[in-house]
T-cell receptor, first 114, second 112 residues
Framework: EAQVTQNPRYLITVTGKKLTVTCSQN?????MSWYRQDPGLGLRQIYY???????DKGDVPEGYKVSRKEKRNFPLILESPSPNQTSLYFC?????????????FGQGTRLTVV | DAKTTQPTSMDCAEGRAANLPCNHS???????VYWYRQIHSQGPQYIIH???NNETNEMASLIITEDRKSSTLILPHATLRDTAVYYC?????????????FGTGTLLAVQP
């Protein structure tokens, strides 16, 4: 089954404690991205990756890092989380070389930073 | 990418057709109309997309006006499980960037 898997689904952490949210896809997609969703602000792109070792900033990259060492994985790293990063996070993937491609989203990670 | 305008919310009776409108009056000739939906805090789910012809798949139909300034997503027989926020997105279909710009969407409430 084609899917994007995020872990963990829920996480409560304290300010400043580094954390990583993993994202893995099994569709051999080139393009992967991270979004955050906040009430009243909708979904906003944090970072994206066109392919292995190719990453770039989205609209709200501050406080986040990503890496793309393998095609299937695209972890989101918060080096020093702060309360304003409390949000619902989604990872997405799509076949970057296909013009009319649909994006597949993970089930989300609800992060709370206290 | 062109901006879209959708009603904030709509109701629909179970078993009836749900017609969700979207205005995109500034759409360019090479921009496609995409529809996604999000069921209560789950990941968004692709529904359908089109350029200028009407499109249909197993989930829905997409009707695009001749001038392409508006479109309607049709769920032919809405069920309670179709209750979700529906996003209309206009974007250039290109491998260079697959970013989706989500607006606020329409909350469709299917009533029993």
């Amino acid at each position: 089954e084609a899917q994007v898997t995020q872990n963990p689904r829920y996480l409560i952490t304290v300010t400043g404690k580094k954390l990583t949210v993993t994202c893995s896809q099994n569709m051999n997609h080139e393009y992967m991205s991270w979004y955050r969703q906040d009430p009243g602000l909708g979904l906003r792109q944090i970072y994206y990756s066109m392919n292995v070792e190719v990453t770039d900033k989205g609209d709200v990259p501050e406080g986040y890092k990503v890496s793309r060492k393998e095609k299937r994985n695209f972890p989101l790293i918060l080096e020093s989380p702060s309360p304003n990063q409390t949000s619902l996070y989604f990872c997405a993937s799509s076949p970057g070389t296909v013009v009319h491609s649909e994006a597949f989203f993970g089930q989300g990670t609800r992060l709370t930073v206290v | 990418d062109a901006k879209t305008t959708q009603p904030t919310s709509m109701d629909c009776a179970e078993g009836r057709a749900a017609n969700l409108p979207c205005n995109h009056s500034t759409i360019s000739g090479n921009e496609y109309v995409y529809w996604y939906r999000q069921i209560h805090s789950q990941g968004p789910q692709y529904i359908i997309h089109g350029l200028k012809n009407n499109e249909t798949n197993e989930m829905a139909s997409l009707i695009i006006t001749e001038d392409r300034k508006s479109s309607t997503l049709i769920l032919p027989h809405a069920t309670l499980r179709d209750t979700a926020v529906y996003y209309c997105i206009v974007r250039v279909a290109s491998g260079a960037t697959n970013k989706l710009i989500f607006g606020t969407g329409t909350l469709l409430a299917v009533q029993p």
